[in-house]
């Protein structure tokens, strides 16, 4: 099931006996998690009709007892289970004892209970019975990882819900430096609505003031002087980042160079030229097109292969490998120096 159909389920009080909330994202787990918690039951209701488990410390049986139980002046009862990826669930074949009564549970759950297993930083077992009985009976979500040019448009969405609107650039810096962990981009943003009117537009000078980039000296920079070929700039922004290796850490920058030059080949090959076609091609927004467009004026295809290549061998050389003596600092420089020669 979608995102979009359990949050209309939930709003319509649409509840299933068992939900299995899993993925490597932990976002949408905490979420739908937190809805449950809050809107199964009244406040009324909450004392005698809730019981929370902590996987490390909760055992199965424990968790069963709980759900076997009816509610008291109440439509429902929940159980919640977090950090389920931590509880032991027993072996299917090997331990019965733990196992069996689970499986029983769950191909026949009480209709009365609200079971909510949060199994988070990575996939159930497709294959059990634990996870085919679920299927069955309840509801499975999967909170997969979002691809990391993903992130841009995902802050635009949470921005539009919560009523402000946010810059491309500052949606394309967000992603650039908090990365795919959509907990860490929505806490983010939420400390910057707090000093911002709603319906306003965030920046992308708000958004590097909150997160503490450079202005001046960030990777999006460095990706504009290079696709100038503004040797001043380039170096300029890598004295910055060799004196301030916390901020633009050796693999941050890395990773956007070799997106931004293989979005720069992309590009090259791009059969509808136009601005729309090669936003939706490139994967950015219609704002970042132009950049792309330099970029492809001042490095012909070729010239982009061999930029990858020396990306590849600054990431060997960073990582310590037939780098003999030589400093990150001077790395860059050097790397700096292939690219825009």
Known sequence: MNISQLVTDLASRKFKPIYLLHGEESYY??????????????????????TTFYGKDADVMSV?????????MSEYQLVLVKEAQEMKWGKEEEDKKYADPLLSYLENPLQSTVLVFCYKYGKFDKRKKTYKAISKHGIVFESAEIYLDKVPAWAEDYCREKGYKIHSKAAAIVGEYLGNDLSKVANELDKLMLNIPKGSEITSEQVQDNIGISKDYNVFELQAALARRDVLKANQIINYFTANPKSNPVPLVLGALNTYFTKVLKYHYATDKSQSGLARELGVSPYFVKDYELAGRNFDKMKIFKVISYLREWDVKSKGVDAGNTEAGELMKEMIFKIIH
Not at 29 to 50: C, P
Not at 64 to 72: H, T, V
């Open 64 to 72: 069963l007892n709980s759900a076997k139980q009816f509610p008291m």
């Open 29 to 50: 787990i905490d979420k739908i998690s937190d809805y449950l918690e809050k809107n199964v039951l009244t406040d009324a209701e909450r004392g005698f009709n809730q």
